[in-house]
């Protein structure tokens, strides 16, 4: 006779749901979204170094750019790398919360009731998320310090053009004015129409059929 012992696993998955819904009720969402923005600023840091071509050099890109302000290889290479230091101080701030966050939750989960440590973590993450996003404008003196006088001169006709933006397209939707070449489409073509069935002479519907 072959006895089934069955107590001991129902005990084992009741202690492993009721650890997974503990572990469920203390996860935070923030926590979540937190990394994941870290991670995709990290993401975006390595994307956006600068690796050579084949067969030739890297070609930076902002070609408009370049022409209107006659940028220099070496001054676009200087801006991107200002842009590039502004994302490394956002990505810290939120490795710093994330390192913070693990360890509160590590404590919450322990059931530990150590209120100064606690609660001082829970004030540095207040801080570090008051810091983000970090301020532009050391970023912007850094970038400006880039150019030379005479292209600084130029910049004022950019901030009248982007002011201005809504305003043209207004008129291109009313056919006031052409839209940039660079921005019209060509029409897609229009697909070819399906063949219909032939039926053979002779041949009688189902629904003439009695």
Not at 67 to 85: C, E, G, K, P, R
Not at 111 to 126: C, F, K, R, V
């Amino acid at each position: 006779r072959r006895v089934r012992r069955t107590g001991n696993r129902g005990g084992g998955v009741a202690k492993a749901k009721s650890n997974q819904t503990e572990i469920q009720e203390t996860d935070s969402p923030f926590m979540f979204r937190t990394m994941l923005i870290a991670v995709m600023l990290l993401a975006g840091v390595v994307s956006a170094q600068e690796t050579p071509r084949p067969g030739g050099p890297f070609v930076p890109a902002f070609n408009e750019l370049r022409q209107y302000l006659s940028l220099t290889d070496a001054q676009v290479t200087s801006l991107q790398q200002v842009q590039a230091n502004r994302r490394d101080a956002e990505a810290a701030i939120y490795r710093q919360i994330a390192e913070k966050q693990r360890t509160l939750y590590g404590l919450l989960r322990a059931g530990s009731n150590d209120a100064p440590q606690i609660g001082q973590l829970m004030i540095d993450i207040n801080n570090l998320q008051r810091r983000i996003p970090v301020s532009a404008e050391p970023y912007r003196a850094a970038a400006l310090a880039i150019l030379t006088d005479q292209q600084k001169t130029k910049l004022p006709a950019l901030v009248e053009a982007l002011r201005l933006v809504p305003t043209a397209y207004q008129a291109v939707s009313l056919n006031l004015i052409d839209a940039p070449a660079a921005y019209i489409r060509e029409p897609m073509p229009l697909p070819m129409p399906m063949p219909m069935p032939v039926r053979p002479a002779g041949e009688e519907t189902d629904s003439a059929q009695p």
